[in-house]
């Protein structure tokens, strides 16, 4: 048997639910990317990152406006032809199908005949999941694209140095000096809702979730009612608080607390009595005290160290001794055999807010600058992100 005919067979019927648990998958991921680079030429390699994506992510966003995703899923997901989706969608055919045809050359599409298509999961989550078409608008178009198309022309003015000032970065070299990553978000409305759908979508699905990572049930034992349990410090729209109040039902009215800047907040829906929201800017002092624990879940690596601590100390000075926990989501970056999602993360906090992934000493040391002790770092044995568990010296 020929390699091709043997790598064919291996790989027919591999797919995201072919393994055990997810570090698994994301390490067999790994495993063919670095195939595929081998087996690509330098010239594959060039036009898939200069043409290809580029079209892939326009013929997306266009088939998301014109809603075919949505239109798709709502009729069954069954296989459908352009003509057919054109006249769900009042939209031509003739374009449809040309855009159809690419993402089927892309696999996102199965084609099952002439100008037939059947949706992959991932089609079928475009038109399922509110929030993940948001990262094919004004995220990709307004801000990824934004932030790293500005990186290499401000990387060139600072003489190729590591940036390490958060008021000197790409955004400021792009927008002047007085405006700051997020306060361009959320100048617009339509970016500053669907950067937050994106991260939404990122923490859902980029990151395992902190409730299992860390064991929420030791934050229920000897908890005082009278005051919240989990205080969610920079926390967007409350996925994380939504999957604590999911696991842990029993908890009394006002035990969750969702902190973020106003203009963050005020699309946030809260649906239950136990969540509260609570606009804050955590470079303010933190003005709920003696909560049982305080969630920072990838708020920090926006920030360089001077920022992250006077962060850390708001908190600091809040807490409770011997009853307080301060509880940090990050990424914890390996130092050799680093994943894509790590340096990609690691490249994002550069552009976009001039700052870094640390290292497991890194935050260790950040914490101890607070006033701060760690009591552990929880964290699965491959996987990117991890907990870290701190409270009052």
Known sequence: ???????????????????????????????LLEALTRV????????????????????????????????????????QTSIELAKLTETDPALIRRLMRHLSAQHLLIETAEDTYEPTSWATTLGTDPAF??????????????VFGGMPSFLKKTGYKNP?????????????????????????????????????????????????????DTLLQDAKLDRPLVVDVGGSKGHDLEEFRLRHPEIPDGSLVLQDLPGVLRSVQITDKSVTKDPYDFF??????????????????????????AILKNIADAMEKGYSKLLIYESMIDNIKLSPR???SDLT????????????????????????????????????????????I
């Open 1 to 31: 048997m020929s390699a091709l005919n043997r790598l064919s067979t291996a790989l027919k019927d591999l797919d995201s639910e072919s393994f055990e648990n997810e570090d698994d998958r994301v390490h067999v991921e790994s495993l």
């Open 40 to 79: 690509r030429a330098p010239w594959d390699i060039a036009w898939n990152h200069n043409w290809v994506n580029l079209a892939t992510n326009g013929a997306i966003k266009t088939l998301i406006d014109a809603g075919i995703f949505t239109k798709w899923t709502e009729h069954g997901s069954r296989p």
């Open 133 to 146: 078409p948001a990262l094919y608008g004004s995220f990709y178009h307004d801000v990824a694209t934004v």
């Open 164 to 216: 390490t000032d958060a008021t000197n970065g790409v955004i400021q070299h792009l927008q002047g000096s007085g405006t700051s990553f997020f306060q361009y978000i959320v100048s617009d409305s339509i970016r500053n809702k669907e950067f937050a759908d994106a991260m939404g979508s990122y923490s859902k699905r980029n990151t395992t979730a902190w409730l299992d990572v860390f064991p929420t």
């Open 284 to 309: 303010a002092p933190q003005p709920i005290m003696g909560a049982r624990a305080y969630l920072l879940h990838k708020v920090l690596y926006d920030w360089q160290d001077e920022q992250a601590i």
């Open 342 to 344: 790590t340096t990609t």
């Open 349 to 392: 906090t550069l552009a976009c807010v001039t700052a870094a992934e640390r290292t497991v000493k890194e935050w260790n040391d950040l914490v101890a600058a607070a006033g701060l002790k760690v009591v552990k770092n929880w964290k699965l044995l491959t996987a990117i992100d991890g907990v870290i568990e701190a409270e009052l």
